[in-house]
């Protein structure tokens, strides 16, 4: 398919442009950014006036959890594609916590495969680093790298063996894939349901130690500074984890880290107990620990925006918060919220993209996140002022699990396009 997007403002981190510029694509691939009228040869191709809204590289999402295999009644490679596509992501990681793990080739082979069938984006599988998932002995880490993984993680499992952690970075730095890390001590998080603080004694609900994440991210540091493994620390939640990855990185350690929309934006005062849908893992934690995350963005300490879109039924959900599963939706949320950073002058638009595209693919190794000529058209088209509101019938994702149903929104993804193929339009 060959067309243009015409007087967008074209933002795109890998070639530093932030300018109201043209685009062409032809045969899937990005031919040119240019000024001045396009040059229409065929008559064929289709013209995008995209004057007031921002085009810029698909967003890369390396934290997703698809439930595919063996979950699928939660969400499936194809329903959690379109709702990446949704949302403006045209690439995403798939965490290995599905049924059973994704800890051998067979079940890489099983999601790539069905992502090709099932999927218009690019869906790049993420393996285990121990067998079920169960710290307990090392998965098929190196035949799972050869057959598509781009990273490993017991994610929602911490690998808390050393011994095991310790042969993993080893064989990842040989393979140069991330160890992508939960960090967590569960003995110390116990049967938390929400962040420890004045409203967990309020609720009346186990609390959940800020220590918990901090002392697993210490453990994870530690090795990864003696073995020189890429270490990607998920979901950052705290003010004492924000620090000690600062501190890690000028130090010389190859680290690296992201953090949910959720943790940005929401604090411990916002949950509604009567509300599961409040409950996740890490969860929100105190309004000194979101203003430390927001700060963590704001200096670089923080490299990218990732979701860990998290789906789950209606029932599963609906029996009381202590019960409840952890885990939120938010593929089709991060946007607007993240655009709640620019507005707030925390950071800008470029160094935005560059935490919602260009970065995260550099994380995984992948070919994306950026607009320069010969690449594929990955591409995505938002109006940051449109207002919308998000209900429950218009979540395309399977479940519908989000704090933010019924809220009024800011930022809409317009058009996403995936290989030069249109995959998503609001107005269809």
Do not use: W
Request: proline share 5%; hydrophobic share 35%; glycine share 8%.
């Amino acid at each position: 398919m060959n067309f243009y997007l015409i007087n967008g403002l074209v933002v795109d981190p890998s070639q530093n442009i932030l300018k109201k510029i043209n685009l062409e694509v032809r045969n899937g691939k990005i031919f040119r950014i240019f000024q001045g009228k396009p040059d229409i040869k065929s008559g064929t191709e289709k013209i995008y006036d995209v004057n007031k809204y921002i085009v810029s590289p698909g967003f890369v999402d390396i934290h997703v959890h698809l439930r595919d295999p063996g979950l699928t009644h939660k969400e499936s490679i194809k329903t959690g594609s379109m709702a990446a596509a949704a949302g403006g992501f045209t690439s995403i990681a798939c965490m290995p916590n599905t049924s059973p793990p994704n800890d051998n080739p067979k079940i890489t082979k099983y999601i790539l495969d069905k992502a090709k069938r099932d999927s218009k984006i690019n869906i790049f599988p993420i393996g285990a680093i121990t067998k079920k998932q169960k710290d307990k002995e090392l998965a098929k880490i190196i035949d799972n790298i050869n057959a598509g993984c781009v990273g490993i993680s017991d994610d929602g499992f911490p690998v808390s063996n050393s011994k095991l952690l310790y042969e993993a970075m080893l064989i990842a730095k040989s393979e140069k894939v991330p160890v992508i890390s939960h960090c967590e001590n569960c003995f110390l998080s116990g049967n938390g349901v929400m962040t420890e603080g004045q409203y967990s004694k309020k609720f009346k609900v186990p609390g959940i130690s800020n220590l918990s994440e901090e002392l697993g991210i210490i453990h994870d540091l530690t090795i990864a500074e003696k073995t020189g493994c890429h270490l990607h620390i998920c979901h950052v939640s705290t003010k004492g984890s924000v620090e000690l990855i600062r501190q890690a990185k000028r130090k010389g350690i190859k680290v690296t880290c992201e953090v949910a929309p959720h943790h940005f934006t929401l604090c411990d005062r916002d949950v509604d107990i009567k509300n599961p849908n409040f409950k996740m893992n890490p969860p929100l934690r105190s309004k000194r620990d979101l203003d430390s995350i927001i700060n963590g963005i704001s200096d670089g300490t923080i490299d990218i925006i990732a979701t860990d879109h998290a789906p789950h039924t209606d029932d599963e959900k609906s029996v009381g918060f202590e019960k409840a599963p952890f885990g939120i939706i938010g593929l089709e949320t991060a946007l607007p919220l993240s655009l709640n950073l620019v507005r707030k002058n925390k950071i800008d638009l470029v160094s935005l993209v560059n935490m919602l595209s260009t970065k995260p693919s550099k994380i995984i190794n992948v070919k994306k996140g950026t607009l320069k000529k010969g690449s594929l058209a990955d591409i995505t088209v938002f109006d940051p002022n449109m207002n919308f509101t998000i209900k429950k019938d218009t979540v395309v994702s399977k479940s519908s699990n989000s704090p933010f149903l019924n809220k009024r929104f800011k930022g809409k993804v317009l058009y996403t396009f995936a290989a030069g193929n249109k995959i998503y339009n609001l107005d269809k």
